[in-house]
């Protein structure tokens, strides 16, 4: 079993930035590639960014593009999410997400995910 925190959203003006973290315990992140999804209110989970196991390969949902950046680091089981240039539409509720299956791409299918976090608010304003 694998538990998964995340912290560090909050309130921000449009153009401000967050790190998001993912502290994991219980197994070691090195198993698993990650990903990060976010849900706003009306709508459905949505991928945002997925990491393979040994940060080799990333996948960006095109919107976040060029604004967030994910990192791990599996000595300290962490994932990171920065996020630069922030948007009201990025204003989610983010989950971080484990993928315990060897793929040979980044997973974007929530269902393909085996463990979640209770999620972390981010809210952004114009």
């Known amino acids: 079993q694998v538990q998964l925190q995340e912290s560090g959203g909050g309130l921000v003006q449009a153009g401000g930035s967050l790190r998001l973290s993912c502290a994991a315990s219980?197994?070691?992140?090195?198993?698993?590639?990650m990903g990060w999804f976010r849900q706003a209110p009306g709508k459905e989970r949505e991928f945002v960014v997925g990491?393979?196991?040994?940060?080799?390969?990333?996948y960006y949902k095109d919107s976040v593009k060029g604004r967030f950046t994910i990192s791990r680091d599996n000595a300290k089981n962490l994932v990171y999410l920065q996020m630069n240039s922030l948007k009201p539409e990025d204003t989610a509720l983010y989950y971080c997400?484990?993928?315990?299956?060897?793929?040979?791409?980044?997973?974007?299918?929530?269902?393909?995910?085996?463990?979640w976090g209770q999620g972390t608010q981010v809210t952004v304003s114009s």
């Open positions: 990491i393979s196991r040994n940060s080799g390969n990333t």
């Open positions: 997400a484990a993928d315990l299956f060897v793929r040979s791409y980044i997973e974007t299918t929530s269902g393909a995910y085996n463990y």
């Open positions: 219980g197994r070691t992140i090195r198993d698993f590639a």
